[in-house]
């Protein structure tokens, strides 16, 4: 079995898989790494493998601990992935968005696919049906924007996420939701247009923490999964073990 252990820019994730299925997961701001862990040993005790995957800087006494129980491959640029990367800039490639397009390589094998994740940055990343990862784009993320206008303006609030009514807002609040939630929309569905100006066969993956909020209102069609991320991670952890 595999443990999986995604630490993100807010969230911890921990997911368990048997080979391919996923059996098991959990996510939390403030979860206590140790305990958790020893937990999830506890009621999985034939975990043998683990991939940790961090956006930033891991703890050296969690990575220590998990490194005294089981066999573990922290993620980064030199792993071997099951696709080529002709991003010019590996090193600065984050190893989420590696975990996204393996996902991609492996569930949909010879296809033309973009990936769009839907966290703290919106990451958009495209393999080809050659299995070659090309590169993609970022922008700033649903609460990213909310907190921009708050933070470099003097009157503007900060509001919580909401789905505007109409597209014309006729209040400050109003106008927010529309410019922040219809710009998303438009951005999203543009892109996924221009894609398939080029890849006519272009098969759409949505994923991250704000893809079912916004998954219903694009035009475009799309393959919905919150968990691809892990899905891909394991698929890393597997193929780094059967080599």
Do not use: W
């Amino acid at each position: 079995m595999n443990l999986i252990i995604d630490i993100g820019n807010t969230l911890v994730k921990f997911a368990v898989f048997q080979q391919d299925e996923l059996v098991f997961q959990t996510s939390g701001e403030d979860i206590i790494f140790e305990n958790k862990f020893e937990s999830i040993l506890k009621k999985h005790p034939k975990i043998d493998k683990c991939i940790i995957s961090s956006v930033g800087k891991m703890d050296e006494q969690a990575l220590n601990l998990i490194k005294h129980r089981l066999k573990v491959l922290v993620l980064n640029s030199e792993t071997n992935f099951p696709f080529k990367n002709l991003y010019t800039t590996p090193k600065t490639l984050g190893v989420d968005r590696l975990a996204l397009v393996s996902a991609a390589s492996i569930e949909y094998p010879n296809k033309n696919c973009l990936i769009i994740d839907l966290g703290s940055c919106i990451t958009y990343d495209f393999i080809s049906a050659e299995n070659n990862y090309l590169g993609g784009a970022i922008s700033p993320g649903l609460r990213m924007r909310y907190k921009a206008l708050n933070n470099f303006t003097a009157k503007l609030p900060l509001l919580e996420t909401k789905l505007p009514e109409n597209m014309i807002g006729n209040s400050t609040e109003s106008a927010i939701h529309s410019g922040i939630i219809f710009g998303i929309l438009n951005e999203i569905d543009g892109l996924i247009d221009s894609y398939r100006q080029k890849y006519i066969d272009l098969t759409v993956i949505l994923t991250g923490g704000d893809a079912y909020f916004l998954s219903k209102q694009l035009k475009n069609s799309i393959f919905a999964n919150s968990n691809f991320l892990l899905l891909g991670l394991n698929h890393i952890l597997q193929f780094n073990s059967t080599e």
